[in-house]
């Protein structure tokens, strides 16, 4: 069986990643493009889509005369929740790119649409479906770590700061690398611990490289008067268990100690870090070990067996999901736990005051 897909929101992540990732998947089915630039969704049809996929500049329209299974939402921040719960109770199932949405209570109105209308719900965390983080998780449900009590998420750059589209508004993205990667690294971090009760939060903001003209960048110097968001963003977060999480976020920042959608993980029985590769840490028999784990198959010089890519088996995880009735692995209640936990270090740095979360 093949679902008929439509994609809302042609720009960079749409074709970096959601597009060339279903084109892989064989149950998928492009049929529909909607982008507000009427070129970008016909390029997207004529690179990904059949012959007689439909092109649209309004979501509305597509939802109303496209008999869709499912729709990738691949458009800034604050259009998430608007577009998401529209699809849901048009009978799409959803595919939302990260973050959930820009805040909580989009987020909350997402979750209780899918509930509302039994469509599926997905958050595009691809990062859970890396080697390592896959490995990883799975030594942590076998509790070889044993209770994590303390955790670091990792989103460190440089000098990346992304200088196309709408990244630098902060009304239509809510924030910058926290929201942006910050959220990458937060989401890996909690799947790890399998848990999603935070206590309170405490968080900074900073606005400190952001006007520099003429910036080294990786995508070239950006425009001080359009930074609007913060350049880096840090948060502790307590859980109620007691456990606790250093966030650390950062598209500029004067640091060599880069890494990106990492966690760094301290157990009871063992740690683990994404440093470089993956090291598992302990101790045995009253001495200390550290275990190097080989990510790669490989073993002959014409063959490398370096697994499939991420953002492929997140697009065929999801569509299995929906095919077989069972539960998306990225489910949205975490992901909701995920936004309200940013929205949380952006209060506490506004306020200089801590958060604290309710649950009902």
Known sequence: MTLKIGIIGCGGIANGKHMPALKEVAEAKLVSFCDTIPERAQKAKEEFGTSAATVYTDFREMLKKEDLDLVHICTPNDSHSLISVSAMEAGCHVMCEKP????????????????????????????????????????????????????????????????????????????????????????????????????????????????????????????????????????????????????????????????????TLMGTKGGADMNSGLTINGEDHSLLYEKQIELQAGGVDFYDEAGEKPEVLEAQSFINAILNDSEPIVKPEEAYIVTRILEAIYESAKTGKPVYIEHE
């Open 100 to 263: 959930m949405a820009k805040t909580s209570i989009q987020a909350m109105e997402m979750l209780e649409a899918s509930k509302r209308t039994g469509m599926k719900l997905t958050i595009g965390y691809q990062n859970r479906f890396r080697t390592d983080s896959r490995y990883l998780h799975q030594i942590c449900e076998e509790d070889a770590l044993g209770n994590i009590y303390f955790a670091k998420a990792h989103a460190i750059r440089r000098r990346a700061v992304p200088t196309w589209g709408v990244f630098l508004d902060e009304e239509a993205q809510g924030g910058g690398p926290l929201i942006d990667i910050g959220t990458h690294a937060l989401d890996l971090t909690l799947w790890m611990m399998n848990n999603y009760k935070p206590k309170y939060v405490v968080g900074n903001t900073y606005h400190e490289l952001s006007q520099t003209q003429n910036a080294a960048n990786a995508w070239g110097p950006w425009k001080p008067e359009k930074f609007t968001v913060e350049d880096s963003a840090f948060g502790y977060i307590v859980m109620e268990n007691g456990a606790s999480i250093f966030l650390e976020s950062s598209w500029a920042l004067n640091s060599l100690d880069t890494k990106e959608a990492k966690t």
